[in-house]
T-cell receptor, first 116, second 110 residues
């Protein structure tokens, strides 16, 4: 158990809909990262938050957004869903400070999103 | 970002050592070498990381070449539970995110 909790584990929804994926990081971890894993693209970094603020952006679509709340949990919002958005979405957390930036990241079990 | 090159797949026999290679010829002085693995239907899991010196932990050993242009993850006794995709990743201080490549799919035969 990595200590990172993602809900829901599975989600099936129709095209055009909007969903919210939730992530609770390990206790004490200030950074949250979101990744997308599809069969043809592998693991792709989407976005990072650190202590409530957006820190880095990857290949995240404009239809997707995220936020990190004061209690450090994070939500990834996916809207106007398309068939191609079907994938595994992973959240990871890590301790990050200016002196300890190379630390291990802990991943959740992922949310499997199926768009039909 | 500096890139890594790994074999697509490798096979091993159970209870034998496994050496998983990774080439990173464009590595910079501030790049740490990280290894993660992903078991079937699970999220990636940290294995080990290092900068210049060889590293050991309870899961594996990391051998880093003197010029740092390659590294090898060593599993001392492979078990069936070690069957996974192993990712070699270079991580520097810019953002701390991980950039995953294709990894090596390790198959362990009983």
């Amino acid at each position: 158990d990595s200590g990172v909790t993602q809900t829901p584990k599975h989600l099936i929804t129709a095209t055009g809909q909007r969903v919210t994926l939730r992530c609770s990081p390990r206790s004490g971890d200030l950074s949250v990262y979101w990744y997308q894993q599809s069969l043809d693209q592998g693991l792709q970094f989407l976005i990072q938050y650190y202590n409530g603020e957006e820190r880095a952006k990857g290949n995240i679509l404009e239809r997707f957004s995220a936020q990190q709340f004061p209690d450090l949990h994070s939500e990834l919002n996916l809207s106007s869903l398309e068939l191609g958005d079907s994938a595994l979405y992973f959240c990871a957390s890590s301790v990050r400070s200016s002196q300890a930036m190379n630390t291990e990241a802990f991943f959740g079990q992922g949310t499997r999103l199926t768009v039909v | 970002d500096a890139k890594t090159t790994q074999p697509n797949s490798m096979e091993s026999n159970e209870e034998e050592p496994v050496h998983l290679p990774c080439n990173h010829s464009t590595i910079s002085g501030t790049d740490y070498i990280h290894w993660y693995r992903q078991l079937p239907s699970q999220g990636p899991e940290y294995v080990i990381h290092g900068l210049t010196s060889n590293v050991n932990n309870r899961m594996a050993s990391l051998a880093i070449a003197e010029d740092r242009k390659s590294s090898t993850l060593i599993l001392h006794r492979a078990t069936l539970r070690d069957a996974a995709v192993y990712y070699c990743i270079l991580n520097n201080n810019a953002g701390n995110m991980l950039t995953f490549g294709g990894g090596t799919r390790l198959m362990v035969k009983p």
